[in-house]
């Protein structure tokens, strides 16, 4: 089924662990982002990419890094991860414009202990 | 820092009852789109306008927008208890590229 994919679904770091978050899709979305969703706070963006080779922070970046080799997959490091990463992260695409509205991925929830 | 603010953050109702969510922003915008999110599940879009639209339908979905007063309204007819879920509004801006700015959402639910 085309769509959004994340990988893992559930994750439990140690402080000071890394890690990549996957996010592929198959829509050919030009647009993918990311974002990290806490209780009260609604979904406050990390990263995002408007294509291939192309990326930007958000409001949220630091502790995180992403790269966009293929227009299909985003992935999001966690560079050294600390609790105040534990969170539930979620992957978007959307065609160029946005005129569709975004697809989401399931989201990965992960805690740092 | 949040675009958009719903309200109420929380809305109780039966079966059968209209539901009515708020959303205001603060900068100006290119479209504003709903989404659902059941627990423990990712976004769902439900329904965008556009800056130059006032309104818009989509099944029991209705969604108002006064850009003189930067707020939204999406109105949910007839509830049904898998109406369930978390709403929210996020904004698209005017800038060259596509990205969302979301509120904090509201919980609503619907009793059967």
């Known amino acids: 089924n085309a769509g959004v994919t994340q990988t893992p679904k559930f994750q439990v770091l140690k402080t000071g662990q890394s890690m990549t978050l996957q996010c592929a899709q198959d829509?050919?979305?030009?647009?993918m982002s990311w974002y990290r969703q806490d209780p009260g706070m609604g979904l406050r963006l990390i990263h995002y990419s408007v294509g291939a080779g192309i990326t930007d922070q958000g409001e949220v970046p630091n502790g995180y890094n992403v790269s966009r080799s293929t227009t299909e997959d985003f992935p999001l490091r966690l560079l050294s991860a600390a609790p105040s990463q534990t969170s539930v992260y979620f992957c978007?695409?959307?065609?160029?414009?946005?005129?569709?509205?975004?697809?989401f991925g399931s989201g990965t929830r992960l805690t740092v202990v | 820092s949040q675009q958009g603010e719903e309200d109420p953050q929380a809305l109780s109702i039966q079966e059968g009852e209209n539901a009515t969510m708020n959303c205001s922003y603060k900068t100006s915008i290119n479209n504003l789109q709903w989404y659902r999110q059941n627990s423990g599940r990712g976004l769902v879009h439900l329904i965008l306008?556009?800056?130059?639209?006032r309104e818009k339908h989509s099944g029991r979905l209705r969604v108002t927008l006064d850009t003189s007063k930067k707020s939204s309204s999406l109105l949910i007819t007839a509830s049904r208890a898998a109406d369930t879920a978390s709403y929210f509004c996020?904004?698209?801006?005017?800038?060259?590229?596509?990205?969302?700015?979301f509120g904090k959402g509201t919980m609503l639910l619907v009793s059967p």
């Open positions: 306008i556009r800056s130059n639209e």
């Open positions: 996020a904004t698209e801006g005017f800038s060259g590229y596509s990205t969302l700015t």
């Open positions: 829509m050919n979305h030009e647009y």
């Open positions: 978007a695409s959307s065609s160029q414009g946005g005129g569709g509205g975004y697809t």
